[in-house]
């Protein structure tokens, strides 16, 4: 295993190398020997694309077979920092550290992540989901502005949003904020509610 481990070391973009290495690590039962010769290659690994994909295995193997997750979680903290990767890639590892980092209790950094991964995110009802998500840790842990601006970024997906809604106005009160605008869509329907609507100094009052 240490020649396989090596000759990948030295030429990371090997798959023979890379393949026979994976199969007496299997076969023996070293995972670990496996793990750190691709984290290894990842970093000798000149191709971005590669070298995330090397971080991503090895971050995997780490997480499930290794039980290594202060590892893992190195490992796709750098893969979410790389600039310049395909999103779906920054997502896997966003959600990877969402749960490693939740099991962890290491609830300022997961709320970062969790921040990132609503960017990262297109799809509007899992978005919501996501900003819902980090809004309620950071009210948790008592960062009140940042879990109304999530809350609010939810409300301009749906302005309806009851639960989102309901917090707002709760944080508002909490930081004594009367200011902040509640997010509605530029529709006429909105307009006329606008209009009509009852507020108080640009907040809606808590839903029913």
Known sequence: ??????LLERAPDDTHARRRLKELAKRSGHNDLYAQAIARAAEACEDLGAKVELWLEA???????????????AL??????TEDIAADLQRRAAQALDELLGN???GDERLVVLERLAELTGAPTVRRQILGKAARLAAELGHYERALASWQAALALDAQDLEALN???DLCAKIERWEEPSPRPATPAASASEDGGEERHGVHR???
């Open 167 to 169: 917090a707002t106005v």
């Open 206 to 208: 808590r839903a029913a």
């Open 76 to 81: 796709y903290q750098q893969v979410l920092d």
């Open 104 to 106: 962890a209790g290491r």
């Open 59 to 73: 971050a995997e193997l780490k997480r499930s077979a290794l039980d290594d997750h202060g590892g893992a979680i």
């Open 1 to 6: 295993m240490q020649c396989y481990a090596a």
